[in-house]
């Protein structure tokens, strides 16, 4: 007899059905707020840039409001990493170095560290809330770690009237 592989697909809509459910609540018990207190609840354990797991990255505020980010980018040389600000977004590019490009030629026992291209990916930093002015970026011992300084008063967008105008029958 050949052995039969049986795909229940009942079952993989359910566990499809309940990660979306957990990932909802998760990300609204990361934003929950307690009563009478301004301070939201910041959840550690919840990942709100799914998207990126490589390279690996820390995003946190700090207690001045500055928005901090922490990218682990060991073996990558400081001038082959980009970032630039476009619309409300930082993005990040990051070129292979160049002794690693040859990789797939190499016959590894053991490969555990892989090395690949970083290309767009894009980080909310609106341009509103931040001074874009003071950012620092610092490359030290395979780290890079940017900062991003809250604006003093967070810039308020020109108020438009709108007119309504009434319909004639």
């Given at each position: 007899m050949k052995d039969k592989i049986i795909i229940d697909l009942g079952?993989?809509?359910d566990d499809l059905f309940d990660a979306t459910q957990n990932f909802g609540g998760a990300f609204k018990e990361g934003f929950r707020s307690h009563?009478?207190?301004?301070?939201?609840?910041?959840d550690d354990s919840v990942d709100y840039y799914p998207a990126?797991?490589?390279?690996?990255a820390n995003?946190?505020?700090?207690?001045?409001?500055?928005l901090v980010f922490e990218f682990a980018l060991a073996g990558f040389n400081e001038k082959e990493i980009s970032l630039e600000f476009k619309g409300d977004y930082m993005v990040l590019n990051a070129g292979l170095p160049e002794e690693r490009r040859g990789d797939d030629e190499i016959k590894f026992l053991k490969r555990r560290l892989k090395f690949k291209e970083i290309a767009h990916q894009k980080y909310y930093a609106p341009?509103?809330?931040?001074d874009r002015n003071a950012?620092?970026?610092?490359?030290?011992?395979?780290?890079?770690?940017v900062s991003l300084p809250a604006r003093e008063q967070a810039e308020?967008?020109?108020?438009?009237?709108?007119?309504i105008v009434k319909e004639e029958d």
């Open positions: 079952q993989i809509m009563p009478g207190s301004p301070v939201f609840k910041w990126y797991s490589y390279p690996p995003i946190y505020f700090t207690a001045d409001k500055s341009e509103d809330k931040f950012v620092k970026a610092i490359y030290r011992n395979g780290i890079l770690t308020s967008h020109k108020e438009i009237k709108i007119e």
